[in-house]
């Protein structure tokens, strides 16, 4: 396990599914957490799983849209813990899901508030705070970061958008010591997988079929590669997009 002690860790989405499992991951590391969600009961359910396992965290409510939500949320890290040395964007929505032609133009505007303008809000802030003393930054993309997606033109984008960022955030400031990637899952077993194969078997197999691996990854696979990426076990990785997606892209 990396040993993360002394440091400092941001990770929002941590109400569950892959932020929950990174923010616990970063704990168990000995990293001081501030788990970030709009779920206030999920967040906080996560904090007092990290205390319960002997870890320091607290929980702020964030909608990643907002601007002065996230800002008091680097604040609340920096006021708490006196810096902010990582940060994992994890944030997002799938959005409902449409051909292109018949997506519904709010739909559309909501996912790419949160998926994309939400993280770029957050890296804006949690660069500021960590431009004296470096750092890194994973974001949260997608396997349809890398590729197209039938019935998810919106999320899709968003998701591209993501990686478009992340790469252009790396090249700014590699220079000051931040390096910034991001990973991008494939078929994980989260509460957004769930609302889209509960109930529908025959989906969940099509998507298994997909993976070379032959199985959905949990969470904790995912985040065990955001914890490695800002460790320094990865202190030549920036501008990278990360499959964790058991081979999906590779085909």
């Given at each position: 396990?990396?040993?993360m002690?002394?440091?400092v860790?941001?990770?929002?989405g941590?109400?569950?599914?892959?932020?929950?499992?990174?923010?616990?991951?970063?704990?168990?590391?000995?990293?001081?957490?501030?788990?970030?969600?709009?779920?206030?009961?999920?967040?906080?359910?996560?904090?007092?799983?990290?205390?319960?396992?002997?870890?320091?965290?607290?929980?702020?409510?964030?909608?990643?849209?907002?601007?002065?939500?996230?800002?008091?949320?680097?604040?609340?890290?920096?006021?708490?813990?006196?810096?902010?040395?990582?940060?994992a964007?994890?944030?997002?929505?799938?959005?409902?899901?449409?051909?292109?032609?018949?997506?519904?133009?709010a739909d559309f505007?909501?996912?790419?508030?949160?998926?994309?303008?939400?993280?770029w809000?957050?890296?804006?802030?949690?660069?500021?705070?960590?431009?004296?003393?470096?750092?890194?930054?994973?974001?949260?993309?997608?396997?349809?970061?890398l590729?197209?997606?039938?019935?998810?033109?919106?999320?899709s984008?968003s998701?591209?958008?993501?990686?478009?960022?992340?790469?252009?955030?790396?090249?700014?400031?590699?220079?000051?010591?931040?390096?910034?990637?991001?990973?991008?899952?494939?078929?994980?077993?989260?509460?957004?997988?769930?609302?889209?194969?509960?109930?529908?078997?025959?989906?969940?197999?099509?998507?298994?079929?997909?993976?070379?691996?032959?199985?959905?990854?949990?969470?904790?696979?995912?985040?065990?590669v955001?914890?490695?990426?800002?460790?320094?076990?990865?202190?030549?990785?920036?501008?990278?997009?990360?499959p964790?997606?058991?081979?999906?892209?590779?085909?």
């Open positions: 396990m990396t040993d002690r002394g440091r860790a941001i990770v929002t941590a109400a569950s599914g892959i932020g929950r499992a990174t923010a616990l991951a970063f704990a168990r590391s000995g990293a001081r957490v501030v788990a970030a969600d709009i779920d206030a009961a999920g967040g906080e359910e996560t904090v007092r799983i990290i205390g319960g396992e002997g870890g320091q965290g607290i929980f702020r409510p964030v909608d990643v849209t907002v601007a002065g939500d996230v800002s008091a949320v680097v604040q609340a890290a920096i006021d708490t813990f006196g810096a902010v040395d990582f940060a964007n994890v944030a997002g929505i799938e959005g409902n899901g449409a051909y292109t032609a018949d997506a519904d133009e505007d909501r996912v790419l508030g949160v998926n994309l303008k939400g993280t809000l957050c890296m804006k802030y949690e660069i500021a705070a960590m431009l004296d003393r470096g750092g890194a930054i994973v974001n949260t993309s997608s396997v349809y970061g590729v197209g997606s039938r019935g998810g033109g919106a999320y984008a998701k591209h958008g993501v990686n478009g960022l992340t790469q252009s955030a790396a090249l700014e400031y590699a220079p000051r010591g931040i390096r910034i990637n991001s990973v991008c899952p494939g078929a994980i077993r989260t509460p957004m997988m769930a609302r889209l194969v509960d109930g529908r078997p025959e989906y969940e197999e099509r998507m298994v079929r997909r993976e070379p691996i032959g199985r959905m990854a949990q969470p904790e696979e995912v985040a065990a955001i914890t490695w990426l800002c460790s320094d076990a990865a202190s030549f990785m920036t501008g990278a997009e990360v964790v997606d058991g081979g999906w892209t590779a085909q």
